[in-house]
């Protein structure tokens, strides 16, 4: 098939490369011509395992293009994917936005039929509006034929995403048009060759089947973060209660991991838009606030707790070891770390940080001065490069190589022997025998006898 995906994002990039995997011609478009720039050059613009190889691979091979301009790769296409952002406005709801703009596009261009396809997590009534919105388009030109749309949300996870897009778990197709329902059964098969896990429903259902989803993802998380906070105050230890409760078969262990809370592009921004449409129908959405107004406490604990070791935090410096919002990617949009980053700034401390990928992420979202003025500074190399002469260490993404550091050297080189867990990764016992002070989620926190600085 003759494919377009509009949008080379997470999505758009991985969806692209692995249609061109299964031997599809596909053009890759996106409005932001340096974007596109350096993928006509062979460079990946966003961290993703696995994706490189294979997206050069198929660009070598002449399956998949990039483009910047949508009108002259539109012809004689069987299918067009909308696959770009839908960020939260002021107000909390979905900016469809950008998805509408492309509608109309489609609406002036699009030379003949084709199935176009949204892939954005988005409102249900989209896919009806995206219709109309091209429908009009049509109409005005006096085209003479109709197109259908599709939902096709996506739930691939950064940081395993070609993975997840070539084995889904399921691939949900919202459709009301027989025809263009065949072609999405088809274009999937090869995905599917395992166990068929392609539902076709309405276009409402495939919309609300998404937010509700990542809605449920994010109550686990929030939920087990409650439990945490009681578990601290009641000297119990979270990581126990996680076992005995994620080894009920009607439970599971995925997603009950309390730490400082979740982040990223999508449960933020989709438990928002979920509370918006509830208020929009007149309804109260008593879970889903609790889910956020819980996340929101989380996201400030890292900051809490080192208060409680350190005290002021006016002229101290801080480690921190992880920016991307989880492992496996470079982005950072609402990720924890950028927060306390920002409430460490603001409180006068300077704060020394590494990521092994996501720091060029924030070179380009945070403000210029933090890095100007010397209060930020980012190593992409060395974590234990940003130890040195600080108060205490932060730990907010659990990348592998934060699994199991050399503790003998961050205790030599940190000022004092503080460490903030964000994600749980150490056992408490073993950090103060190691003699460091130690604050974890849901577990106690642990004190080594000495705050003086000693040598490895
Ligand atoms: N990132 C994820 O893990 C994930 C998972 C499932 C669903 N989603 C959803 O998929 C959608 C895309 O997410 P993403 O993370 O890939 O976004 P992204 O911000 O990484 O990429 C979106 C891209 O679309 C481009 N774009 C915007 N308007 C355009 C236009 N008119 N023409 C051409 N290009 C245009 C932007 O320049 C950008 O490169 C969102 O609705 C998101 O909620 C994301």
């Not at 933020?268 to 889903?288: E, M």
Request: net charge neutral; proline share 6%.
């Amino acid at each position: 098939m003759r494919i377009v995906v509009i949008g080379s994002g997470y999505v758009g990039l991985v969806s692209a490369t692995c249609f061109a995997e299964m031997g599809h011609h596909v053009v890759c478009v996106d409005r932001d011509a340096e974007r596109i720039a350096r993928l006509r050059d062979g460079e990946v613009p966003i961290h993703e395992p696995g994706l490189e190889p294979l997206l050069l691979r198929n660009h070598q091979q002449g399956r998949l293009h990039f483009a910047q301009t949508l009108r002259p790769v539109l012809t004689n296409i069987d299918l067009c994917f909308i696959a770009v952002g839908t960020p939260s406005a002021p107000d909390g709801s979905a900016d469809t936005s950008q998805v509408l703009a492309v509608a109309e596009e489609l609406g002036r261009w699009l030379p003949q039929r084709c199935v176009v396809v949204n892939k954005s997590t988005a409102p249900v009534g989209t896919a009806e509006r995206i219709e109309r919105t091209i429908a009009r388009g049509l109409t005005q030109r006096e085209a003479g034929f109709t197109v259908p749309v599709v939902s096709n949300p996506e739930f691939l996870r950064e940081g395993c995403a070609v993975e997840d897009f070539m084995r889904p778990d399921r691939v949900i197709i919202g459709c009301a048009d027989d025809q263009a329902r065949q072609t999405m059964e088809a274009l999937y098969a090869p995905f599917l060759r395992k166990q068929p896990r392609l539902m076709v429903m309405g276009r409402r259902e495939a919309e609300m089947s998404k937010y509700a989803a990542n809605a449920m993802l994010a109550t686990r998380i929030s939920f087990m973060n409650e439990m945490a906070s009681l578990c601290e105050q009641l000297g119990v230890d979270i990581e126990k209660v996680r076992l005995g409760v994620g080894s009920d078969s009607r439970i599971g262990y995925d997603f009950l991991y309390a730490g400082c809370g979740y982040g990223g592009s999508c449960f933020p921004k989709d438990v928002r838009a979920l509370i918006h449409t509830a208020q929009r129908h007149g309804l109260p959405s008593h879970i889903l606030q609790a889910v956020e107004e819980r996340n929101t406490i989380q996201k400030a604990g890292l900051f809490v707790k080192l208060q409680q070791q350190l005290g002021a935090l006016d002229g101290r410096t801080i480690a921190v070891w992880g920016l991307a919002f989880k492992p496996g990617t470079d982005d950072v949009r609402e990720a924890p770390a950028l927060q306390l980053i920002a409430s460490l700034l603001e409180a006068g401390a300077v704060v020394q940080a590494h990521d092994p990928v996501a720091t060029a992420s924030v070179l380009r979202c945070v403000p210029a001065h933090w890095l100007t003025s010397g209060q930020l500074v980012l190593h992409a190399q060395d974590p234990y490069a940003v130890l040195d002469d600080a108060d205490a260490l932060v730990i907010p993404t659990e990348w592998k190589p934060f699994r199991q550091p050399d503790w003998q050297r961050v205790r030599g080189l940190l000022r004092q022997p503080v460490v903030i867990d964000g994600r749980n990764l150490y056992d408490p016992a073993q950090m103060q025998a190691l003699g460091f002070h130690y604050s974890s989620f849901g577990r106690p926190s642990v004190t080594a006898g000495d705050m003086q600085r000693q040598a490895a």
